[in-house]
Protein backbone atom coordinates (compact mmCIF):
# COMPACT_ATOMS: atom_id res chain seq x y z
CA UNK A 1 0.00 0.00 0.00
CA UNK A 2 1.35 3.15 -0.93
CA UNK A 3 2.07 5.97 2.00
CA UNK A 4 -0.02 8.44 0.41
CA UNK A 5 -3.36 5.73 0.44
CA UNK A 6 -2.46 4.94 3.95
CA UNK A 7 -2.63 8.38 5.22
CA UNK A 8 -5.71 8.89 3.25
CA UNK A 9 -7.57 5.71 4.77
CA UNK A 10 -6.29 6.54 8.35
CA UNK A 11 -7.84 9.90 7.64
CA UNK A 12 -11.11 8.48 6.87
CA UNK A 13 -11.13 6.17 9.63
CA UNK A 14 -10.04 8.60 12.28
CA UNK A 15 -13.03 11.23 10.75
CA UNK A 16 -15.30 7.95 10.91
CA UNK A 17 -14.61 7.36 14.67
CA UNK A 18 -14.46 11.19 15.63
CA UNK A 19 -18.11 11.55 14.08
CA UNK A 20 -18.90 8.33 15.86
CA UNK A 21 -18.51 9.43 19.04
CA UNK A 22 -20.13 13.06 18.64
CA UNK A 23 -23.30 11.06 17.10
CA UNK A 24 -23.25 9.14 20.60
CA UNK A 25 -22.32 11.68 22.96
CA UNK A 26 -24.81 13.45 21.04
CA UNK A 27 -27.45 10.75 21.53
CA UNK A 28 -26.24 10.25 25.36
CA UNK A 29 -26.90 14.52 25.71
CA UNK A 30 -30.30 14.27 23.93
CA UNK A 31 -32.00 10.94 26.35
CA UNK A 32 -30.48 12.89 29.25
CA UNK A 33 -31.26 16.50 28.99
CA UNK A 34 -33.31 17.66 25.97
CA UNK A 35 -36.82 16.45 26.06
CA UNK A 36 -39.62 16.84 23.44
CA UNK A 37 -42.04 20.22 24.38
CA UNK A 38 -44.82 19.00 26.15
CA UNK A 39 -48.18 19.89 23.77
CA UNK A 40 -50.38 18.71 26.49
CA UNK A 41 -52.81 20.86 27.91
CA UNK A 42 -52.42 21.23 31.66
CA UNK A 43 -55.63 23.05 33.60
CA UNK A 44 -54.65 24.33 36.63
CA UNK A 45 -57.54 24.90 39.26
CA UNK A 46 -57.06 26.95 42.17
CA UNK A 47 -60.22 27.05 43.80
CA UNK A 48 -58.74 24.44 46.88
CA UNK A 49 -55.70 26.25 47.50
CA UNK A 50 -55.67 28.13 51.00
CA UNK A 51 -52.87 30.18 52.42
CA UNK A 52 -51.26 28.68 55.73
CA UNK A 53 -53.25 30.13 58.78
CA UNK A 54 -49.90 32.97 59.82
CA UNK A 55 -50.47 34.22 56.28
CA UNK A 56 -54.35 34.32 55.39
CA UNK A 57 -56.01 38.02 55.52
CA UNK A 58 -55.53 41.29 54.41
CA UNK A 59 -51.33 42.00 54.04
CA UNK A 60 -48.79 41.92 51.59
CA UNK A 61 -49.60 40.78 48.14
CA UNK A 62 -48.39 37.06 48.62
CA UNK A 63 -46.26 34.66 45.66
CA UNK A 64 -46.39 31.42 46.09
CA UNK A 65 -43.83 28.96 43.74
CA UNK A 66 -44.62 25.63 43.39
CA UNK A 67 -41.08 24.24 42.12
CA UNK A 68 -39.67 20.45 41.11
CA UNK A 69 -36.24 19.77 41.70
CA UNK A 70 -36.46 16.98 39.42
CA UNK A 71 -38.19 18.70 36.55
CA UNK A 72 -35.85 19.90 33.77
CA UNK A 73 -38.76 23.18 33.16
CA UNK A 74 -37.65 24.91 36.45
CA UNK A 75 -34.87 26.21 34.80
CA UNK A 76 -36.82 28.11 32.17
CA UNK A 77 -38.65 30.08 34.84
CA UNK A 78 -36.01 31.06 36.84
CA UNK A 79 -33.92 33.50 35.73
CA UNK A 80 -37.31 35.36 35.28
CA UNK A 81 -38.23 34.63 38.62
CA UNK A 82 -34.84 36.13 40.09
CA UNK A 83 -36.26 39.06 38.12
CA UNK A 84 -40.01 39.70 39.78
CA UNK A 85 -37.67 39.23 42.81
CA UNK A 86 -35.59 41.90 42.30
CA UNK A 87 -38.22 44.06 40.58
CA UNK A 88 -41.15 43.27 43.29
CA UNK A 89 -39.45 42.56 46.24
CA UNK A 90 -38.42 46.17 47.10
CA UNK A 91 -42.56 46.81 46.43
CA UNK A 92 -43.41 44.92 49.33
CA UNK A 93 -44.59 41.69 47.40
CA UNK A 94 -43.84 38.58 49.44
CA UNK A 95 -42.17 35.94 47.40
CA UNK A 96 -42.51 31.78 48.88
CA UNK A 97 -41.73 28.40 47.58
CA UNK A 98 -43.39 25.26 48.18
CA UNK A 99 -40.82 22.32 46.69
CA UNK A 100 -42.56 19.75 45.06
CA UNK A 101 -43.60 16.41 48.44
CA UNK A 102 -41.04 13.89 48.64
CA UNK A 103 -38.32 15.27 46.49
CA UNK A 104 -35.02 16.59 47.50
CA UNK A 105 -33.24 19.86 46.04
CA UNK A 106 -32.62 23.29 46.25
CA UNK A 107 -33.68 26.48 44.56
CA UNK A 108 -30.45 28.18 43.44
CA UNK A 109 -29.08 31.59 45.31
CA UNK A 110 -30.57 33.78 43.02
CA UNK A 111 -33.82 32.38 44.63
CA UNK A 112 -32.68 32.75 48.05
CA UNK A 113 -35.20 35.35 48.90
CA UNK A 114 -37.93 32.97 48.63
CA UNK A 115 -39.14 31.95 51.75
CA UNK A 116 -39.94 28.03 52.44
CA UNK A 117 -43.44 26.83 52.77
CA UNK A 118 -43.38 23.13 53.89
CA UNK A 119 -47.16 22.86 53.31
CA UNK A 120 -49.65 24.65 51.79
CA UNK A 121 -53.54 23.77 51.90
CA UNK A 122 -54.32 22.30 48.56
CA UNK A 123 -51.41 22.16 47.02
CA UNK A 124 -52.03 18.03 46.90
CA UNK A 125 -54.15 19.16 43.81
CA UNK A 126 -51.46 21.35 41.80
CA UNK A 127 -51.87 19.38 38.66
CA UNK A 128 -48.11 20.31 37.20
CA UNK A 129 -44.69 22.32 37.89
CA UNK A 130 -43.28 25.05 37.58
CA UNK A 131 -46.61 26.61 38.72
CA UNK A 132 -47.58 30.28 40.69
CA UNK A 133 -50.20 30.87 42.87
CA UNK A 134 -50.45 35.03 43.88
CA UNK A 135 -53.16 36.43 46.72
CA UNK A 136 -54.20 39.71 46.82
CA UNK A 137 -53.95 42.50 49.73
CA UNK A 138 -57.20 41.34 50.85
CA UNK A 139 -55.74 38.01 50.98
CA UNK A 140 -58.18 36.61 48.07
CA UNK A 141 -56.18 34.35 45.60
CA UNK A 142 -56.42 36.33 42.42
CA UNK A 143 -54.03 34.11 40.46
CA UNK A 144 -53.01 30.36 39.43
CA UNK A 145 -51.56 28.64 36.61
CA UNK A 146 -48.25 28.59 35.06
CA UNK A 147 -45.98 31.15 34.71
CA UNK A 148 -46.28 31.80 30.90
CA UNK A 149 -47.37 29.09 27.85
CA UNK A 150 -44.55 28.17 25.69
CA UNK A 151 -41.22 26.14 26.31
CA UNK A 152 -39.70 28.88 27.86
CA UNK A 153 -40.75 31.98 30.31
CA UNK A 154 -39.62 35.51 30.49
CA UNK A 155 -40.90 38.83 30.70
CA UNK A 156 -41.97 39.06 27.22
CA UNK A 157 -44.61 36.58 27.18
CA UNK A 158 -45.52 36.09 31.28
CA UNK A 159 -48.68 36.10 32.70
CA UNK A 160 -47.33 37.23 35.94
CA UNK A 161 -46.19 40.93 35.47
CA UNK A 162 -49.42 41.82 34.18
CA UNK A 163 -51.36 40.72 37.31
CA UNK A 164 -48.61 41.99 39.89
CA UNK A 165 -48.71 45.00 37.95
CA UNK A 166 -52.84 45.28 38.52
CA UNK A 167 -52.26 43.99 42.32
CA UNK A 168 -50.16 46.49 42.59
CA UNK A 169 -52.67 49.44 41.17
CA UNK A 170 -54.89 47.79 43.33
CA UNK A 171 -57.10 46.37 40.36
CA UNK A 172 -59.10 43.15 41.33
CA UNK A 173 -58.09 39.83 39.57
CA UNK A 174 -59.48 36.88 39.18
CA UNK A 175 -57.70 34.08 37.34
CA UNK A 176 -57.50 31.16 39.18
CA UNK A 177 -58.56 28.72 36.71
CA UNK A 178 -56.51 28.72 33.77
CA UNK A 179 -55.84 26.15 30.91
CA UNK A 180 -52.49 26.17 29.19
CA UNK A 181 -49.70 24.28 26.97
CA UNK A 182 -45.47 24.93 28.12
CA UNK A 183 -43.13 22.79 29.69
CA UNK A 184 -44.09 21.42 32.96
CA UNK A 185 -43.81 18.45 35.05
CA UNK A 186 -46.61 16.42 37.36
CA UNK A 187 -46.89 17.50 40.34
CA UNK A 188 -48.46 14.56 42.48
CA UNK A 189 -46.41 11.15 42.97
CA UNK A 190 -46.96 8.62 40.21
CA UNK A 191 -48.61 5.61 41.48
CA UNK A 192 -45.82 2.35 41.00
Known sequence: MRPHART?????????????????????????????FSSHTAVF?????????????PGAIRVVHFWDPACPCNVGNQQHLAELLE???????QFYAVQKPGSQGQLPSTLSNL???????GSEHVPASPAVAIWD???????????????????SN?????????????????????LAVGCYCPWANEAP
Open 45 to 57: SGDPLRLPEHLAG
Open 115 to 121: KPLERLP
Open 137 to 155: RGGKLAYFGPYSEGLTCNS
Open 158 to 178: SFIEPILQALSDDRPVNAINT
Open 87 to 93: HYGPQGV
Open 8 to 36: TLLATLLALLCAGVLWAAYDWFQGRYLRA
